[in-house]
């Protein structure tokens, strides 16, 4: 199934334009989608509580005192897709953008990984200020949608830029940057993530350090991309993200079988996981004494990507190689012997990698493309992974 976005926060910020949320509020209901809103506190000297409450037929809250006991601005933040501030306030983008919580609004803010859309609207002079400038530019950096202000007059007798556009421009905007953000709805992508582990006897195991942020961070991606995403996970003890069907394995075993399970029902394949390279001939079935551990005879364990690659039908695969030093021609040798679309060489010489939020490295492409990345967030990786494989997937 694929997924529609449908619950939304519609977040008002303290400016008069407050009022005109509240039919923006009524049109956002009519296309069906579950609105909460969250105002400000001083939103609400522009409309009320009760206005709100009324509309929306929900509690409305504004500062993470209230309802403590739901947790309120966590809770938000998971259950909600997409966040549409409406008028975004030069006062709130500045406290948005510097990532203060100082609100409920700006805590969800700042919680969450659902799509940001800003409606700013203030006077052409607060819009204009280069503070204001600034303050915009990073937030479109980080990934917020941001819609340009419309010219007209103004609340006072000014004119110029500034004003909330018509609710009818708002939702048409809205509209593009769902259908832009969305490039994956019907598409399934299955992800490994984490690291195998091979068992020695009942106690010990020969593992490796892959965290599974990368590929949870790919997940991530998707998901908020609209695709249905399933993820087989080797031993990751981060929260599954919500919407994701996770598998659990342990060996590279088991994640064969599951790769054989689901490869032909996907889309995209992406191989994040660390993968034993080989697994103790024999494995004892009680713990082993410490003078028959001296020597573990191994076996050599089969390529999986290699293997399942040569199933392919439409199938795009990405893999990941992990090298203490920038091998391009190694990586190369990798994407042709593994049948890969695209291969990430991540640079692991510092060791910060393995468990860490950011990444460095460079993607080469079946085609023989090199695009470089500098210290990223694993997100952005991610973000950048997909964008390279959309034109393939369509
Ligand atoms: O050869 P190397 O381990 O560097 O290759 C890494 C890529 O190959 C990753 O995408 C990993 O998931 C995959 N791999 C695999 N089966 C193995 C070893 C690695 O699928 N046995």
Redo the contacts with the bound molecule.
Sequence with gaps: MPKRISKVILGVGGGIAAYKSCDLLRRLQERNYDVTVVPTPSALNFVGTATWEALSAKKVTTQVWESVDEVRHVKLAAENELILISPATADLIARIAMGRADDLLTNLVLASSAIKVLIPAMHPNMWNNAATVANIALLQERGFHVMRPATGRLTGADSGIGRLPDTSEILSYLASVIADTQDLIGKRVLI?AGGTREAIDPVRYIGNRSSGKQGYAVAQAALDRGAEVTILSANVTLPDPVGATVISVES?KDLEIELERHFQNTDLLV?A???A?ARPTHVGTEKLKKDSYREISLVE?????AQISQQKRKQIIV????ETSLNIAEANR?LLA?GLDLIYLNDVSTGEIFGSDSTQGVFITADGKEIPVSKSNKATLAGQLLDLVISKLN
Excluded: E, Q
Aim: no cysteine.
């Design positions: 490994t590279t191989m996981a660390a993968v390279d364990n089969p390529d999986l990507v893999g990941f190689a992990a990798k593994k």
